[in-house]
């Protein structure tokens, strides 16, 4: 299940006006802003100014259209059809399963140490520390 961001809330803090005005020119420069509001607020400690940005990206509707067709497979992926698994077989009438024996098809087995003997080490109970 895929996960996308539809939309997104900003709120952002400025000491003055110039700084508020900078953070919406900045913002504006994203094509998927939609909303911008500055707030003059102030307190005993002075004024102070809080911006709001809010960005859609895309319904759920383009959403929903943008993905693909079940029976569309990624690129470098196989379609069903395409895939092949396991052995072939084939059912009998009488409900027996037949496989055909893929071992006739391959060349016989040749060993290419059979003519090899195997080398004896000669290893005297003297030498063997213990």
Request: charged fraction near 40%; aromatic fraction near 8%.
């Amino acid at each position: 299940m895929a996960k996308t961001l539809l939309n997104q809330k900003e709120r952002w803090y400025a000491d003055s006006t110039k700084e508020a005005e900078e953070i919406v020119a900045e913002a504006k420069q994203d094509d998927s802003l939609t909303m911008h509001k500055i707030h003059e607020k102030h307190n005993s400690k002075g004024f102070y100014f809080l911006v709001d940005l809010e960005r859609t990206y895309s319904s759920a509707k383009e959403e929903m259209e943008k993905r693909p067709e079940k029976d569309d497979a990624p690129d470098g992926q196989m379609n069903m059809d395409e895939v092949h698994e396991g052995v072939p077989y084939t059912v009998n009438p009488d409900g027996s399963v037949k496989v055909k024996n893929a071992d006739e098809d391959l060349p016989e087995f040749e060993d290419p140490f059979a003519d090899v003997e195997a080398k004896k080490e000669d290893v005297s109970d003297e030498k063997v520390p213990f």
